[in-house]
């Protein structure tokens, strides 16, 4: 199976057909694919220009999409690099018991899901690299009250989820599931007061 940099090199070849270029794009979301496969597409195609089931997209437009998704691959590639430099450090020193970070971590390896959005139609509309550096920043402060890429207060606990975890903060602005080691327990708590709230309105 080839890997990213192959798949990107189809992507960028000249003398390859359009729709295998554009299919190449498609399987670089099978290893790096920050908000899920679906929404992720969604957000290079509407980012390049470029309709979801166009079949013959511009081929520069294709590589637009393709910057985007490796300057944000480097971006958490690095971060990786980091957590796991960081990580034996602690082993080195005696401290072996995971955090909530480090199990949240290890669900996100490889880069796919690190801000996942169930929604594939709602996500941020930042560049890729642009989000991830801010929820990189995030992980690396103490815990807030808001979602770290766009700052809204809105949390709203969901379950149901097509992902690992299954349930967890969906932010109702920028449609990312916000890890949970970002967020205070007050806000874990809110989050879930209203999703009571609304299944009892509901009722």
């Known amino acids: 199976m080839a890997g990213f940099r192959s798949l990107a090199e189809q992507v960028r070849d000249p003398a390859g057909a359009t729709e295998r270029r554009r299919t190449a794009l498609r399987k670089c979301l099978e290893k790096f694919a920050p908000y899920g496969h679906r929404a992720t597409w969604h957000h290079l195609c509407l980012r390049a220009g470029f309709g979801t089931q166009e079949r013959r997209p511009d081929p520069a437009r294709l590589v637009t999409a393709l910057d985007e998704l490796e300057e944000a691959r480097a971006v958490w590639l690095d971060y990786e690099r980091e957590f796991a430099e960081r990580r034996r450090?602690?082993?080195h020193e005696g401290i072996r018991r995971p955090t909530a970070l480090d199990d949240w971590h290890?669900?996100?390896?490889?880069?796919?899901?690190?801000?996942?959005?169930?929604?594939?139609?709602?996500?941020?509309?930042?560049?890729?690299a642009t989000v991830l550096h801010r929820l990189i920043d995030a992980l690396g402060t103490a815990p807030r009250t808001s979602c770290p890429v766009c700052s809204d207060d809105r949390l709203l606990w969901r379950g149901g989820l097509a992902h690992c975890p299954s349930a967890g903060p969906v932010c109702l602005t920028?449609?990312?599931?916000?890890?949970?080691?970002?967020l205070t327990r007050e806000a874990l708590a809110e989050s879930k007061r209203w999703r009571r709230m609304l299944l009892a309105s509901a009722g």
């Open 89 to 91: 450090q602690e082993k």
């Open 174 to 182: 920028c449609g990312i599931v916000v890890p949970e080691p970002v």
């Open 106 to 128: 290890r669900q996100t390896w490889g880069g796919f899901g690190i801000a996942w959005c169930d929604d594939p139609a709602l996500h941020p509309s930042a560049p890729l």
